[in-house]
T-cell receptor, first 112, second 112 residues
């Protein structure tokens, strides 16, 4: 099992550009999550999906959209990137609730 | 308000000594707590959890202590090894709300 995979690993964008971060899990988990991690701060939840076909906002959803494409895949889209979105983004999955989440390796995004 | 914080941002320990990483929380309504380890360039990795009705839980070389009176959580790592170098952070789980709050982390460095 690969666990949780994320692409790309690194990305540099200019302000206003758009991009989609991809996440996939092969553990047959129901729930998937997107977090951002900023220096000196804990992980903050952007969006989550409790099951295929459902998505909900987390703590910091502004400027992002998500798609739960199927049970395996959960993508995060930045429609118009801003420097404040420079961060490391982590995708995670769990069987059900937020406990025992398995995290991907992260995507380091820089917005110039 | 809800917050999960850490007393020290960095901790330097002699190899072979025991490490103690602390975490304070402010809300008593949580169901349980999780400690995560995050190595450089990687996603967080589950270490150990403890339910709110427990005071202590032991794993392999790790022990978590929960003091609900003072709302304090600690992670003890026995015989610290170079491979223990990482950022450690606690997380507070509210199962009924499917909510998790992450602390900001403590960086553990090992002196040879």
């Amino acid at each position: 099992n690969a666990g949780v995979t994320q692409t790309p690993k690194f990305q540099v964008l200019k302000t206003g550009q758009s991009m989609t971060l991809q996440c996939a899990q092969d553990m047959n988990h129901n729930s998937m999550y997107w977090y951002r991690q900023d220096p000196g701060m804990g992980l903050r939840l952007i969006y989550y999906s409790a099951s295929e076909g459902t998505t909900d906002k987390g703590e910091v959803p502004n400027g992002y959209n998500v798609s739960r494409l199927n049970k395996r895949e959960f993508s995060l889209r930045l429609e118009s990137a801003a420097p404040s979105q420079t961060s490391v983004y982590f995708c995670a999955s769990s069987v059900g609730g937020p406990d025992t989440q398995y995290f991907g390796p992260g995507t380091r995004l820089t917005v110039l | 308000g809800e917050s999960v914080g850490l007393h020290l941002p960095t901790l330097s320990v002699q190899e072979g000594d025991n490490s103690i990483i602390n975490c304070a929380y402010s809300n008593s309504a949580s169901d349980y707590f999780i400690w995560y380890k995050q190595e450089s360039g990687k996603g967080p990795q589950f270490i150990i959890d403890i339910r709110s009705n427990m005071d202590k839980r032991q794993g392999q070389r790790v022990t978590v202590l929960l003091n609900k009176t003072v709302k304090h959580l600690s992670l003890q790592i026995a015989a610290t090894q170079p491979g223990d170098s990482a950022v450690y952070f606690c997380a507070e789980i509210y199962s009924s709300a499917s909510k998790i709050i992450f602390g900001s982390g403590t960086r553990l460095s090992i002196r040879p």
